[in-house]
């Protein structure tokens, strides 16, 4: 026969193991992100895996980085804002936690398959009846560096007069390249990496920008500052790295030395 002893030290290990299950489904939180558009590829795949691994869970809220920076701070509402470029928590100053670099956002020319234009170089941008889409510089932030590109060219008022489109988000621009509206544009390399079916890259000379750094903050707005700091750090954490290097973003380190290297 079972002891009584023993049936009751057994009865008290499955309540405990039953508590602690449940403790884990009570705790487990709803986290609130604002989220680049470009940086959907990498994110989506890293959120599902976030959940798997933590039993939170994460809506992601994607648009032009200026674009989500005007819906939070309308709402002032949220847990992690992650946009294209770290310049934008310039304007989130005494709303951010903290703020961690990821990846380097790398602009390159996407040049249209389906229309065949014969584009090798920045400067073929400025080429007669060639149609180009740029990012608005407001509302994106490959929109603000294909600016500081253009400026730096000096062939920047050539090629705004080739401009036929602007959008509010690099996937918007990678669309007018795969259905052939225009023939090139100033998108981010992901874009061009992923869809290579239709779209191809051509480098954009290192001197010309300094590549945009993604970085992901906690907001003070966050009601589970201690969860929103664990998918920050995942994000930044080697593992996260690997996953947005996988769908084309750089490392910070070396297009930092490549970019700086090109300047002396």
């Known amino acids: ?21 449940c403790s884990a489904r009570i705790w487990a939180v709803e986290l609130k992100v604002y989220a680049g558009a470009g940086l959907r590829p990498a994110i989506d795949a890293l959120v599902q895996e976030y959940q798997r691994q933590s039993g939170d869970q994460v809506r992601v809220e994607y648009g032009g980085s200026g674009a989500i920076l005007t ?5 002032h509402q949220g ?20 703020v961690h670099d990821i990846v380097a956002h790398t602009p390159v020319i996407g040049v249209s398959l389906r229309r065949g234009a014969n584009v090798q170089r920045l400067d073929d941008l400025t080429q007669p009846g060639l149609r180009v889409a740029l990012g608005d510089p407001k509302a994106m932030a490959l929109g603000r560096t294909a600016e500081h590109i253009l400026n730096a060219s000096g062939q920047g008022d050539a090629i705004r007069r080739n401009t036929v489109m602007r959008a509010g988000t690099v996937k918007q621009l990678a669309m007018y390249l795969v259905q052939g509206e225009v ?12 869809d290579a079916g239709h779209i191809r890259m051509v480098a954009i000379p290192e001197h010309l920008y300094q590549p945009e750094i993604v970085a992901a ?16 750090d995942f994000l930044t954490s ?9 769908v084309g973003f750089l490392p910070i380190q070396s297009t930092w030395q490549a970019s700086q290297a090109a300047t002396k």
């Open 79 to 98: 847990d992690v804002f992650i946009p294209g470029s770290r310049m934008y928590f310039d304007k989130l100053a005494g709303e951010v936690l903290s």
């Open 217 to 232: 903050g906690v907001l003070k707005s966050s009601q589970h500052p201690d969860q929103a700091q664990a998918l920050v």
């Open 238 to 246: 080697a593992e996260g790295v690997a996953g947005f290097e996988k």
């Open 1 to 21: 026969m079972v002891s009584s002893k023993w049936t009751h030290r057994l009865t008290a290990t499955l309540v405990a193991m039953l508590m602690l299950g």
């Open 71 to 75: 819906r939070y701070q309308l709402s």
């Open 183 to 194: 023939d090139a544009a100033i998108i981010g390399r992901t874009e061009a990496f992923l």
